[in-house]
């Protein structure tokens, strides 16, 4: 099974509201990934979590908040966001490692956010 | 980090094959070619990846040049169904993370 799953599918926040968004995976990895995708846009990497330790935040603004409480789960809690941070969240996971196979990331469906 | 360039898109007639260039001419001799698609509004899918040889799997061929300064994913009956961005992506040996180019939309003409 190579499932990520991400919930909610769609999720639509004031710019005082508080929501999270979750992302779980049962193969086993412990490498965990945030990315933002903005319309007609690559995905942005915006965290990397390794063994459940935040091992990269890639300058993200302190309104994004990510937890990884164990292995298979990851959450981005979000607070007083801004319009502009209306887009498609994704979530992938991998095996640690250096490359080949173990580098293969698989991605979630996405939440698509937006911000009123 | 190695970067990778992509042309922005490409048309493809249905049945033919259709072959994505990728130029990573900063790539180092350790790190890893890999290709992804993202159709409409959902999850990037792996398709294939690459060091030094040439790959070939259910999905598509991966060809690798001897320099590993560039590629080419080679889907080798295009369906409707391979409308997507296709991204190729150089992994930073440093790290887990991939950082996505730009991407090549294709599509797939009837």
């Known amino acids: 099974d190579t499932e990520v799953t991400q919930t909610p599918k769609h999720l639509v926040m004031g710019m005082t509201n508080k929501k999270s968004l979750k992302c779980e995976q049962h193969?086993?990895?412990?490498?965990m990934y945030w990315y933002k995708q903005k319309a007609k846009k690559p995905p942005e990497l915006m965290f990397v979590y390794s063994y459940e330790k935040l091992s990269i935040n890639e300058s993200v603004p302190s309104r994004f908040s990510p937890e990884c409480p164990n292995s298979s789960l990851l959450n981005l809690h979000l607070h007083a966001l801004q319009p502009e941070d209306s887009a498609l969240y994704l979530c992938a996971s991998s095996e640690v490692g250096r490359g080949g196979s173990r580098g293969t990331q698989y991605f979630g469906p996405g939440t698509r956010l937006l911000v009123l | 980090d190695a970067k990778t360039t992509q042309p922005p898109s490409m048309d493809c007639a249905e049945g033919r094959a259709a072959n994505l260039p990728c130029n990573h001419s900063t790539i180092s001799g350790n790190e890893y070619v890999y290709w992804y698609r993202q159709i409409h509004s959902q999850g990037p899918q792996y398709i294939i990846h690459?060091?030094?040889n040439n790959e070939t799997n259910e999905m598509a061929s991966l060809i690798i040049t001897e320099d590993r300064k560039s590629s080419t994913l080679i889907l080798p009956h295009a369906t409707l169904r391979d409308t997507a961005v296709y991204y190729c992506?150089?992994?930073?040996?440093?790290?887990?993370?991939?950082?996505f180019g730009t991407g090549t939309s294709l599509t797939v003409i009837p």
């Open positions: 690459g060091l030094k």
């Open positions: 193969m086993g990895h412990r490498a």
């Open positions: 992506i150089v992994r930073v040996i440093s790290g887990n993370q991939f950082y």
